[in-house]
C-alpha cells in the first residue's frame, strides 16, 4: 500500500469519525476538512471532496449541495464501520480505544 493509499483511508476513517460525533451526523465540507486536519493532516478541500465521493459510494456518506458546499452525512453503513459492525473496504478499521 502506498504513503497516499494510507492517508485516504485514514482519512476516510476520520471523516466517518467526525459525522459519527455530530449530534445529528452532518457536517458541510469546510467543517469536515478542519476535522481532518486536525485528526490526521491538513489536506485540500479537493482532497476531501474526493474521499467523501469515495464514501457516498462505498454507502457510507449522504451528499447534497448547498450553494457551493457540500453537506455530508454519516449512514448506518458508516456508522456499522466506525462501531466495529461492519468493515469497508478502503477505509482504514477504527483503532482500539485505551
Given at each position: 500500500?502506498?504513503?497516499?493509499?494510507?492517508?485516504?483511508?485514514?482519512g476516510?476513517?476520520?471523516i466517518?469519525?467526525?459525522?459519527?460525533?455530530?449530534?445529528?451526523?452532518?457536517?458541510?465540507?469546510?467543517l469536515l476538512?478542519k476535522?481532518?486536519?486536525?485528526r490526521l493532516m491538513?489536506?485540500?478541500i479537493e482532497?476531501?471532496?474526493?474521499?467523501?465521493?469515495?464514501l457516498h459510494e462505498l454507502?457510507?456518506?449522504?451528499?447534497?449541495r448547498?450553494?457551493g458546499r457540500?453537506?455530508?452525512g454519516i449512514?448506518s453503513?458508516?456508522r456499522?464501520?466506525?462501531d466495529?459492525?461492519?468493515?469497508?473496504a478502503?477505509?482504514?478499521w477504527?483503532?482500539?480505544e485505551?
Amino acid at each position: 500500500m502506498s504513503y497516499g493509499d494510507f492517508l485516504a483511508e485514514k482519512g476516510r476513517l476520520a471523516i466517518l469519525q467526525a459525522l459519527g460525533a455530530e449530534f445529528n451526523g452532518h457536517l458541510r465540507d469546510d467543517l469536515l476538512q478542519k476535522a481532518v486536519d486536525v485528526r490526521l493532516m491538513a489536506r485540500s478541500i479537493e482532497w476531501l471532496r474526493t474521499q467523501l465521493t469515495v464514501l457516498h459510494e462505498l454507502g457510507a456518506v449522504t451528499l447534497a449541495r448547498d450553494g457551493g458546499r457540500l453537506i455530508a452525512g454519516i449512514t448506518s453503513t458508516g456508522r456499522d464501520h466506525i462501531d466495529r459492525r461492519r468493515p469497508l473496504a478502503g477505509v482504514a478499521w477504527p483503532e482500539d480505544e485505551g
